[in-house]
């Protein structure tokens, strides 16, 4: 990728902690993204991020502004698209547990995602979630501090979709958390659930890298430039962040929101 190749990060109204995250992030490895809130605003970018809010508002921000087609243009063009939380339900093919009226998906993920999978915004929780295929392509430690902010799940992956991880259920969660779903009561506790996946140019996980100071899933998707075999879309190099490598001190990661003195949100 160029020098002045840049990365997209789509807009969300809640607040800039989840994008200050991704910029921070993207920066340590060497990338610049910039914030896309109009379909012209995706012409000469590289990838593009979904990060994570309010699906339903965020699908309806989207139709507001006509971005809708204008991102499933994008996608159809082989460019790396990755979906986080909410993102991941964005780029689903299909979505259960919807607001009445449902929303409009982007697609492309040939999968089923629950919306609200593990319950409430009160449910939201930490793990260290077993990440084998990050950890030998990135290298660092074999699990990822995962966090999961009211989460979407994915329900059926299709065949051509790349598991990347899975979450084992909890007695507590196999009884209380999920509500509402459509095969509620086949969910017990030990049982797993998708929770990052790839599919082509697509990369999804329903918990938020971005939270996090580990790095490793952001430089994972900016080495899948490149790989559709679109000779416009030259590999990243991108820069070796010292945190991720497997010699280093290992210690408890902290959420960057945890870490951040100030944080700005939008009106």
């Given at each position: 990728?160029?020098?002045?190749?840049?990365?997209?990060?789509?807009?969300?109204?809640?607040?800039?902690?989840?994008?200050?995250?991704?910029?921070?992030?993207?920066?340590?490895?060497?990338?610049?993204?910039?914030?896309?809130?109009?379909?012209?605003?995706?012409?000469?970018?590289?990838?593009?991020?979904?990060?994570?809010?309010?699906?339903?508002?965020?699908?309806?921000?989207?139709?507001?502004?006509?971005?809708?087609?204008?991102?499933?243009?994008?996608?159809?063009?082989?460019?790396?698209?990755?979906?986080?939380?909410a993102g991941l339900i964005f780029l689903a093919n299909k979505a259960?547990?919807?607001?009445?009226?449902?929303?409009?998906?982007?697609?492309?993920?040939?999968?089923?995602?629950?919306?609200?999978?593990?319950?409430?915004?009160?449910?939201?929780?930490?793990?260290?979630?077993?990440?084998?295929?990050?950890?030998?392509?990135?290298?660092?430690?074999?699990?990822?501090?995962?966090?999961?902010?009211?989460?979407?799940?994915?329900?059926?992956?299709?065949?051509?979709?790349?598991?990347?991880?899975?979450?084992?259920?909890?007695?507590?969660?196999?009884?209380?958390?999920?509500?509402?779903?459509?095969?509620?009561?086949?969910?017990?506790?030990?049982?797993?659930?998708?929770?990052?996946?790839?599919?082509?140019?697509?990369?999804?996980?329903?918990?938020?890298?971005?939270?996090?100071?580990?790095?490793?899933?952001?430089?994972?998707?900016?080495?899948?430039?490149?790989?559709?075999?679109?000779?416009?879309?030259?590999?990243?190099?991108?820069?070796?962040?010292?945190?991720?490598?497997?010699?280093?001190?290992?210690?408890?990661?902290l959420p960057i929101f945890r870490q951040t003195e100030v944080?700005?949100?939008?009106?």
């Amino acid at each position: 990728m160029g020098k002045n190749a840049k990365m997209a990060v789509l807009e969300r109204i809640e607040g800039n902690v989840l994008c200050g995250g991704l910029y921070t992030a993207l920066g340590k490895l060497g990338v610049k993204g910039v914030l896309v809130k109009k379909p012209e605003q995706l012409e000469g970018l590289v990838g593009l991020i979904i990060p994570g809010g309010e699906s339903t508002t965020m699908a309806r921000l989207a139709e507001y502004h006509n971005l809708i087609q204008a991102l499933q243009d994008f996608c159809k063009k082989g460019k790396p698209i990755w979906g986080t939380c909410a993102g991941l339900i964005f780029l689903a093919n299909k979505a259960i547990g919807q607001k009445s009226g449902g929303q409009e998906l982007i697609g492309g993920l040939d999968c089923t995602v629950h919306r609200n999978f593990f319950g409430s915004q009160l449910n939201s929780f930490e793990t260290e979630l077993p990440v084998p295929k990050i950890a030998a392509e990135e290298g660092g430690p074999e699990t990822f501090r995962a966090v999961f902010i009211r989460a979407p799940a994915i329900l059926e992956a299709g065949p051509s979709v790349e598991v990347l991880a899975e979450y084992t259920l909890l007695s507590k969660e196999s009884t209380s958390t999920i509500e509402n779903m459509e095969n509620e009561g086949q969910c017990q506790a030990g049982q797993k659930v998708i929770v990052a996946v790839k599919q082509g140019n697509l990369l999804a996980t329903a918990f938020h890298p971005e939270l996090t100071s580990d790095t490793r899933w952001h430089s994972y998707f900016l080495k899948m430039l490149g790989e559709n075999g679109d000779q416009s879309l030259v590999p990243v190099k991108v820069k070796q962040d010292p945190e991720n490598s497997v010699s280093s001190p290992q210690h408890r990661d902290l959420p960057i929101f945890r870490q951040t003195e100030v944080l700005s949100f939008e009106k």
